[in-house]
């Protein structure tokens, strides 16, 4: 897996809005995932979630993280981000999840009653995959 920073066109695919997967650790070590939105910004991702969610929980124990963002014009054509959780915090006035909102649906997020807490992910590496062409690393991940 290449190191950041990511290449011109994977930060080009991660900057349309696109389906994505974040996956994280359980207490046990078993690993958890979920459907979100993101955002891409100055080589992080940001997340955010119901301050009641497990995965909230998991990642404020353990930091590390990966997010598997498919591309929404081509689903045989994905990046893989590992990373970790540089910052958590409250989301007032929910203007991340606006910003996300937003950027998904075109308006502001509808449920205002609950508290949303923020993620900011460092990208420590990556990997682009594309049925289309030859990508380094391709052929490892296939046979294993």
């Known amino acids: 897996m290449p190191s950041a920073p990511v290449s011109p066109e994977v930060a080009e695919l991660l900057g349309k809005a696109n ?13 958890h995932s979920a459907a979100t939105w993101y955002a891409w910004q100055d080589g992080r991702v940001l997340l955010s979630m119901d301050r009641g969610r ?8 353990n930091p590390a993280v990966s997010i598997t963002v498919l591309d ?3 689903m045989y054509r994905s990046v893989s981000l590992s ?7 409250d989301d007032e006035g929910l203007r991340d999840i606006d ?6 649906l075109g308006c502001r997020y509808p449920d205002r009653a609950h508290p949303r807490v923020s993620a900011w992910v460092e990208v420590g590496q990556w990997f ?4 289309d062409r030859e990508t380094p690393g391709v052929e490892e991940a296939r046979s294993s």
Not at 99 to 104: I, M
Not at 128 to 131: E, Q, R, T, V
């Open 72 to 74: 929404v014009d081509d």
């Open 128 to 131: 682009l995959w594309d049925s």
């Open 83 to 89: 990373g970790r959780v540089v910052e958590l915090y």
């Open 19 to 31: 389906p994505a997967v974040v996956a994280s650790i359980r207490p046990d070590g078993t690993p």
């Open 99 to 104: 910003r996300l909102c937003q950027r998904y």
């Open 54 to 61: 497990a995965r909230l929980r998991f990642l404020r124990a």
